[in-house]
C-alpha cells in the first residue's frame, strides 16, 4: 500500500509522533526530550506527512545543502511500520535529491534502533558512531 506524501507544518502531529516512537530509546540512552530544541529545528526542516485512508501514518522531515539530502525524522505510526512505508518515503526522498542534482543522503539513528537494518538493507553504510548515534549515508545513482 502506497502513501501520500504531502507537505504539512502540523508540529503537533511530529512531536506527537516522535515522542512516541522515540520515547522507549530516550528512557534506554537516559536522554531527555527537548521541546524548545525540537520547535527551533521545526522551522528549518520541509516535512511531510504520510497518508492512507485518510489516516496520517507517518512523518519525513529532510533538509538539504550543497552536498546530501538529510532525512532528520522518519517516524512511523507503530500499527503501520514494516510494511513498506519507510521505503517508500526513502524513495521519496531520493527522488527529490535526484531532482536537485544531489547524489548523496544522510541520516542519524539510535545504534540501539532496529530501523539500522532497514537503512543497511536500502545501501546505507555507517560512517561514524559517536554519542549512541550512527551516522549513516548512501551515494544515489
Not at 41 to 53: F, P
Not at 78 to 83: E, I, P, S, T, V
Not at 116 to 135: Q, S, V
Request: charged share 25%; with cysteine; aromatic share 12%.
Amino acid at each position: 500500500m502506497s502513501p501520500i506524501i504531502r507537505p504539512t507544518d502540523d508540529k503537533a502531529f511530529a512531536e506527537n509522533i516522535i515522542i512516541q516512537n522515540m520515547s522507549a530509546y530516550y528512557n534506554q540512552l537516559d536522554m531527555r526530550w527537548d521541546t524548545a530544541l525540537f520547535a527551533k529545528q521545526w522551522g528549518e526542516l520541509d516535512s511531510y506527512e504520510l497518508i492512507i485512508n485518510s489516516s496520517r501514518v507517518g512523518l519525513l522531515c529532510i533538509n538539504h545543502d550543497e552536498n546530501a539530502y538529510y532525512i532528520r525524522e522518519l517516524q512511523i505510526d507503530k500499527k503501520w511500520q514494516r510494511q513498506g512505508l519507510g521505503t517508500t518515503a526513502i524513495r521519496y526522498t531520493e527522488e527529490m535529491a535526484k531532482q536537485a542534482g544531489i547524489h548523496l543522503l544522510r541520516l542519524r539513528v539510535f545504534c540501539i534502533n532496529p530501523a539500522i537494518a532497514l537503512y543497511e538493507h536500502m545501501g546505507f553504510r555507517i560512517c561514524k558512531t559517536e554519542d549512541n548515534t550512527h551516522y549513516m549515508q548512501r551515494r544515489i545513482f
